[in-house]
């Protein structure tokens, strides 16, 4: 079983700056493709980002591409979310993820996802 804990959340202003942090335990963090979902109300959670068991590739959702910045250190168990230029916009509950399909690499739904988070709030005002 993994854990997956979240951190970094927070209210920013529209232009600022986040990083999230996801940190696992419990299982081979280098085995798991590992991703940022997010869910605002009344909408469906959809994946901002993915990087791979390596960190060598990453899928990045149209509304987030050149703005969030997806990594991970395997040694530390860590998969991080850097995102500028935040958007009134990009104001949801924020979710790590891991998960042993590929497909989880182009950016799939909730299906492909194994663990979750419990989520980080992140609000931007306008």
């Known amino acids: 079983q993994v854990r997956l804990v979240e951190t970094g959340g927070g209210l920013v202003q529209a232009g600022g700056s986040l990083r999230l942090s996801c940190a696992a335990s419990?299982?081979?963090?280098?085995?798991?493709?590992m991703a940022w979902f997010r869910q605002a109300p009344g909408k469906e959670r959809e994946c901002v980002a993915a990087?791979?068991?390596?960190?060598?590739?990453?899928y990045y959702a149209d509304s987030v591409k050149g703005r969030f910045t997806i990594s991970r250190v395997n040694a530390k168990n860590t998969v991080y979310l850097q995102m500028n230029s935040l958007k009134p916009e990009d104001t949801a509950v924020y979710y790590c993820?891991?998960?042993?399909?590929?497909?989880?690499?182009?950016?799939?739904?909730?299906?492909?996802?194994?663990?979750w988070g419990q989520g980080t709030q992140v609000t931007v005002s306008s």
């Open positions: 990087i791979s068991w390596s960190g060598g590739s990453q």
């Open positions: 993820a891991a998960g042993r399909n590929a497909v989880l690499l182009r950016g799939s739904g909730s299906g492909s996802v194994d663990y």
């Open positions: 419990g299982g081979t963090f280098s085995s798991y493709v």
